[in-house]
């Protein structure tokens, strides 16, 4: 196992560490009693995690260590932590008055991957070969959506995390339309060829 592999797999060890702070963090503060070592802890250990998310994809692609076990794991840590958080942080407040992500953000995170998985069964079930080039709107979308998950997290009070979550979301419908025109361009034969999407890119 390649050293960027291991730490695919440190992420995927993190998900449920980072869950069961979060939760637990939640419910204090549900009852009244706010534990903020929970919510700090939390905080850096998502952060810890969402750090080897670029660090093992730079190696792999640097130091020559891809492997299909590394680009298996990837996009499952991936989607396993951004969910994780983001349906924590929708369904259990961090704070006073609601304080947490809206519904509709974590609604809308949900149908971007379900479409995409959609997309791809119906293109294996049409026996086409799936290679989805990496754009720059995913790339964007997931790094607001780690801002959005940062900005609740660190209570920054001054904004709602409505309006983060708005910006990211132009950016989450951008992604998945082109996603849904990448897929359409493979069900037309006019596909990508040969080309693998590289490791760690959403």
């Known amino acids: 196992m390649t050293f960027a592999t291991k730490l695919t797999v440190l992420r995927l060890v993190l998900v449920p560490v980072f869950a069961f702070l979060a939760i637990s963090y939640g419910l204090s503060t549900s009852a009244g009693w706010p534990d903020e070592t929970l919510r700090w802890a939390a905080f ?3 952060v810890t995690a969402a750090a080897t998310d670029g660090i ?4 792999a692609r640097h130091f020559d260590q891809k492997s299909e076990l590394g680009a298996f794991l990837d996009p499952i840590a991936d989607k396993a932590l951004v969910m994780s958080a983001v349906l924590i942080l929708a369904f259990l407040d961090w704070g006073s008055d609601g304080w ?3 519904w509709w953000f974590a609604a ?3 149908l971007r991957d379900c479409v995409i998985l959609a997309g791809i069964r119906v293109m294996w079930s049409a026996r086409k070969n799936v290679h989805i080039r990496p754009h720059w709107t995913g790339k964007v979308c997931t790094f607001l959506m780690f801002v959005v998950l940062g900005w609740v997290m660190l209570r920054v009070t001054e904004l709602s995390p409505a309006y983060p979550c708005a910006f990211a979301a132009v950016f989450i419908l951008l992604s998945m ?3 849904i025109r990448q897929g ?3 069900m037309r034969g006019s596909g990508f060829g040969d080309q693998e999407s590289e490791r760690g890119e959403n």
């Open 177 to 179: 339309w082109e996603y």
């Open 108 to 110: 809308l995170v949900i």
């Open 184 to 186: 359409m361009r493979i």
């Open 44 to 46: 850096w250990v998502f």
């Open 56 to 59: 093992d994809g730079w190696i």
């Open 100 to 102: 947490g992500i809206p």
